[in-house]
């Protein structure tokens, strides 16, 4: 299948096809070429599109483009429907923080593409008392185009990472004291490659901790690695070692009886970051 388009130098151009997400069976790719066959911008499945494939490109010069669409094996099966967009569009991906607390009100980040900087959503969650998502009202200055995600909704404690002043690390209450929540979640993202994200956790000495980093049930192209470090020594004790393509391990850590804080870091085992790296 391919569609063909008329640009001038320096334009944007957006290709996006929905074929995953509607059921189909083929494996997208996405080709942008020049009416030479000249590629332009190649594309395949992504995890923040859930297997499918969106091309963004900035055209080289004035004429006319046509984008491609075919299975990676070009052997799609025969119930493959698919729909394509193209233009200079906006989509939006993902929500950050990915999960909100039920009963809450904050400001969500909307991310995906061709969204201005600093764009926010707001979420009312106060009158939310029994579903597991909410779809948001997106204001129509974004321009979005295609499926919104839903905003997850959690009966647990969400803490939203917060950049610290200097070299200090965000503290995490990690105690349970008074069993107040079965489970603290930290919503984090790796903004750039290479990032690691590092959080102190107040513990409870001699208690049992699983820990474990969710990135694929959120569409996140996150293969996490999440390691313990003693503090302020910063001497690795504990690592889940990271599951490349598949969900992370996650591990159980023994509190020694002595320890009241320790270290947690998660990195990309790819060593991979973005704005879709929650």
């Known amino acids: 299948t391919a569609v063909f388009r008329s640009g001038k130098a320096g334009g944007r151009i957006v290709a996006e096809v929905e074929a995953k997400r509607i059921g189909s069976g083929m494996e997208p790719v996405l080709e942008l070429k020049n ?27 004035d004429g006319t483009y046509f984008v491609e669409l075919h299975d990676l094996e070009y052997r799609a099966p025969n119930e493959s429907p698919f729909r394509l967009l193209v233009g200079d569009f906006r989509a939006v991906d993902q929500f950050f923080p990915a999960f909100a607390e039920r009963g809450s009100e904050l400001s969500i980040e909307p991310v995906g ?15 939310e008392t029994n579903g597991l998502a909410k779809f948001l009202n997106v204001p129509q200055e974004l321009h979005a185009s295609g499926p919104l995600p839903p905003l997850r909704i959690s009966d647990g404690l969400e803490i939203v990472e917060v950049q610290q002043p200097g070299k200090q690390l965000q503290t995490v209450d990690a105690r349970f ?13 790796l903004t750039k490659a290479a990032e690691v994200d590092r959080y102190l956790l107040a513990v409870t000495p001699g208690k049992p901790l699983d820990l474990s980093v969710d990135g694929q049930s959120l569409n996140s192209p996150v293969e996490g690695e ?9 001497k690795l004790v504990a690592s889940d070692g990271g599951s490349p393509g598949a969900v992370a391990k996650g591990l159980q850590y023994q509190v020694p009886a002595d320890v009241t804080t ?17």
Request: proline content about 5%; overall charge positive.
């Open 226 to 234: 999440i390691s313990i470090y003693t503090y302020p020594a910063r």
């Open 262 to 278: 320790i270290e947690v870091a998660v990195r990309d085992l790819m060593g991979r970051g973005g704005p879709h790296y929650v």
């Open 113 to 127: 593409t061709g969204l201005p900087n600093g764009a926010v959503i707001a979420a009312d969650l106060k009158k």
């Open 177 to 189: 004291a008074g069993k107040q929540s079965a489970a603290v979640a930290v919503n984090g993202r």
């Open 35 to 61: 009416m030479n066959g000249g590629a332009v911008a190649l594309e395949w499945g992504k995890a923040f599109l859930r297997g499918d494939a969106r091309i963004e490109a900035v055209l080289p010069a």
